[in-house]
């Protein structure tokens, strides 16, 4: 069973701080979706015996190892020297991966590159994943019962290569169900304090909060092991704590009823205000635009955003607002 995974990031870009490591959070959401519940995130560069002491950690602490990078043809692509490796392996070459590049290359009316023929090499206990939008093959090797899943770095070849061959063998233990409410107004302590012992760690459905561009996210989680008894425990248990919740923060969650959790704030305040037919203008300074820019880049926003004027000088702030200038010159225009 995958009661847990670890995730491994490979990449000198990565460690370095050149690129930022989205495929690590997209896998861990899209696990735990599904009952799988990353215990651990590894990042490490483009070193082989680094990577392949990674490789063994992750195999000796989860049932369950899905990499990404390193699948490429140049002298840096060391997930496939490592793999074997890790798993005390040789590699060979891929009759079927190799056919598969050619016809890659051929389909673009090219010959392949000789270096590219090092795509085709897998551990010889381990197999090949089809790559229908790049040259890389991915690679699934079970080691000590651990399933280790190799995949390319590009998003747009590795999301549907996780779908296509990670999901339909993921075994969970345990069946999650989530809830977020997004609140606005109020420090991630604040928030806190209101919500109480329901962000005590041992309780079931899981209470905590997460903050970022002046958002706090308060996240809900329930799990429990697949076949227990009590069917729709789940979905009643999280609907009360949802309740609770919500009485307790008040008019701070911006999330509607029924929401993810992942609405914007600007996508809800021009729902209200449509709904009660209201427009919208701004006049700002210091903010250079932002506020606008928020409102404008939803969907929808021209049936309530009249529209702005950017005053950033005190003469513009008279002249075109009405501000009056000694009421500037007396308490500043940033007051």
């Given amino acids: 069973m995958h009661t847990h995974a670890e995730i491994i990031a490979i990449g000198d870009e990565l460690t370095l701080g050149q690129r930022v490591d989205t495929n690590s959070a997209w896998i861990a959401g899209q696990l735990a979706e599904r009952g799988v519940h ?16 990674a490789l063994v950690r992750a195999i000796g602490r989860a049932p369950l190892v ?3 990078g390193g699948l490429g043809p140049t002298a840096d ?6 793999l074997a490796a890790a798993t005390d392996d040789a590699l060979v070459e891929d009759a079927a991966a190799l056919e598969a590049l050619m016809a890659w290359f051929a389909g673009r009316s090219a010959a392949m590159p000789e270096g590219n023929r090092v795509q085709a090499l897998r551990p010889s206990r381990g197999r090949c994943l089809a790559n229908a939008h790049g040259t890389a093959p991915g690679l699934h090797v079970v080691a000590d019962r651990t399933d ?8 747009i070849e590795m999301r549907p290569m996780f779908d296509g061959e990670v999901v339909p063998r993921l075994r969970p233990s345990s069946d999650v169900r989530t809830r977020v ?4 107004g109020m420090g991630e302590s604040s928030v806190a304090e209101l919500l109480g012992e329901l962000m005590d760690r041992d309780r079931n459905p899981l209470t905590g909060t997460t903050a970022s561009g002046g958002v706090v996210s308060v996240r809900m989680r ?8 009590g069917e729709g425990r789940g979905a009643s248990e999280l609907d009360a704590l949802e309740r609770e919740a919500r009485a307790r923060l008040g008019a701070i969650v911006f999330t509607p009823a029924g929401g993810t959790g992942e609405e914007s704030l600007a996508s809800v305040v021009i729902g209200l205000m449509r709904a009660r037919g209201e427009t919208v203008a701004v006049a700002e300074s210091c903010t250079g635009g932002g506020l606008g820019a928020v409102i404008t880049a939803e969907a929808g926003a021209s049936d309530v955003f009249v529209g702005g ?3 950033y000088s005190n003469e513009v702030k008279s002249a075109v ?13 940033v007051s």
């Fill in 181 to 184: 409410l997004a609140t606005v």
């Fill in 66 to 68: 899905v990499m990404t």
């Fill in 148 to 155: 280790v899943f190799a995949l390319p770095g590009p998003p």
């Fill in 77 to 82: 692509d060391l997930t496939r020297a490592a």
């Fill in 222 to 229: 329930e799990e429990r092991a697949i076949g227990e008894s």
């Fill in 38 to 53: 990353a215990h651990f995130h590894t990042t490490v560069d483009d070193d082989l015996d680094r990577l392949t002491d």
């Fill in 321 to 333: 607002l009405g501000v009056d200038a000694e009421v500037i010159e007396r308490v500043g225009a």
């Fill in 309 to 311: 004027a950017i005053t």
